[in-house]
């Protein structure tokens, strides 16, 4: 149920005043990118500029209120300004807000608390302020726990933007290099299931997960030098358009990597903290990687990220300084303390769980009764629609995804931008 804390309950937003982006927005906007460039798609098809959040609500500079359906990006996934985590983050800022790597009695209980939440023996990690630099130390774990250098990563999944991370992802964004013109050596990629674009397939059309794994087989041993460190990959695919993939899939690459000595590292940033109902996406499929990194929701909105390895690993970590400028200070572990106790006392993932089914639900009945509607994807609150030109030959309709996604911003649902898929990540928190 709405809080007092929200300020908005849902049926009481969007609150729309003005033209989207309204005057005072495109002012601001004006004067800022005189100076600030490189702005993502989203802001440039919406220079909107908001001033607060509370709850599922974002509140523009000409008063204009949004339903927020994108929690941040993936970020404030406990609501905006959530008093509890809020008051974490301002109880450490009155007192110490950097100590280096020294133990501070708030990473203590944060340690103690993500160790009690994730499975099997995943218990040895670090913290750090971003993404990147999680996947970064992940890379770097999975090199020192098995001395061997190669990644294989999947087509389309998002890692972040250095050069390990962007590695593990394609480089090429439209007709030029975004993040460089070549990947690291020792880096491959291989196509991951899709069960609407199977690139493997059944003889009755479905896909076939037995092919991906002894594709995966082969291109290993062919086109390696044998000295793969590690498997990595998002459990859910975020970015790429929210693809689930099929139930037997994990099960069978954790045995994959077993049988071949290649860790499991899942890339959880974008699906862990709650997003599909889980601490983590991989318990769906009871399966626990080697490696895992947290960020977006971990901290709901203050850059606090972690990497984990299961115990028998924890000497590598050793090896590889968990020393940076602001990984782990005391405001970072408060809010990711808090953000994880939330979970637990307001009974979030139960929420997701509930509220996720019904929102499949519709989205299934959407399907049924729109010609252009050809998939949906949903675990939890990690939702995607991918629109067809027609539903037999499955052609992505990017024309109509950017016609959908223009006008719910304009009538006040602030969201991600979309090509032909659609994605929806909602508050945990909505009710
Ligand atoms: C799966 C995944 N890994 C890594 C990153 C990079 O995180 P950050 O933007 O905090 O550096 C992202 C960001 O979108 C992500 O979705």
Redesign the pocket.
Known sequence: MAKDWWKESAKDIPIVKTDIPGPESKRMHASTTRYFHGLSSQVKLFPVCFSEGHGIMLKDVDGNKFLDFSSGIYVTSLGHCHPKISEAVAHWAKRLMNAHDFTTPVKEKLCEKLAEVLPGKLNAMQFYS???SA?EAAIRAARAITGKHEFISCFRD???KSQA?VSCAQMLRGDVFSYGPTRAPGFYMVPRPNPYHPHFKKPDGSIDTDGYISFFKEFITESTVGNVAAFVL?PIQ??GGSIVPPDDFFPKLRKLCDDMGILLYA?E??TGMGRTGEWMAMNHWDVVPDIV?F??SFGNGFPV?AMVVSEENAEALDKISASSSYGGNPMACAAALASIEVIEEEDILENVRTVGAFIKKRMEEIKENHPIVGDIKAKGFLLGMELVKDKQSKEPFAEAGKLVYQKAFRKGLAWIPAGHILRMSPPLIMD
């Open positions: 971003d993404g990147t996947v998002f890692h972040g991370a998002e975020g970015w890339d940033i974008l990194t960020g977006k990220t």
